[in-house]
């Protein structure tokens, strides 16, 4: 399995990563993509890619933080991703839920994401809430201007966002939220993803699957997620979890060369 969004240096994972990394790989988990949400961030996440070779990096603007990273550009962005263990630019996106940015440079900041990526054939990956139809008019407008590849992480759109996600083509990427038990409509949606387009994520420390909710949430919670996605969609773990392995190192393909 490969925990395609997770960010290990956070507040609940960064003060034993060691032994969370060493539980994830006991979990069977053969790979993690830590992600960055702050330039702050950008060194020790890489330095903690470098340590590790089942580890790799983003480098990105998360849309809470849009207001405070004004100066973090596309040419920043390329810049920064020329790094080896950097495999994809973001998180970016929209996020109309807290507002904690204005609306305006959020959409900025996700357009200068969305250049980078197609600047350096790196996979987008794009953090949307409350905000379907800006993020899927930004993305269908910037696709038209040249194509690049995405991957809408943590899934909870309706079903008709996942459906021209699928037409632009980007990938989808289900966390612990499926397992539930109110998720029912990213339950369905979750089912009939392509399977060729389907990866799964923690986005730990957050939002720990069924059986683990209440707990801070770990990259090795990943195989909980996959064994209910596989239930899910009439699959066995095994083929969910080679199926979403080899879509992992098809869209990043940097980290697979690494």
Known sequence: MIDSH???????????QGEVIARARAAGVRGMLNISTREREWGEIIATAEAHPDIWASVGIHPHEADAHI??????????AQHPRVVAIGETG???YYDHSDRAQQQASFRAHISASRETGLPLIVHTRDAEEDTLAILSDEMEKGAFPGLIHC???SGAF?????ELGLSISISGI???KNARDLQETSARVPSE??????DAPFLAPVPH???????????????FLADLRGETPEELTAATTRNFFRLFAKAKAA
């Open 213 to 227: 909710r209440g707990k801070t949430c770990e990259p090795g919670f990943v195989a909980d997620t996959a064994r």
């Open 94 to 96: 929209l996020d109309y």
């Open 6 to 16: 997770c960010h290990l240096n956070y507040k609940g994972l960064v003060e034993e």
């Open 197 to 202: 387009r389907l990866l799964i994520e923690t």
């Open 162 to 166: 996942a459906d021209a996600a699928l």
């Open 178 to 180: 499926a397992t539930f």
């Open 71 to 80: 100066n973090v550009d596309t040419e920043k962005l390329v810049a920064a």
């Open 155 to 157: 899934f909870t759109a």
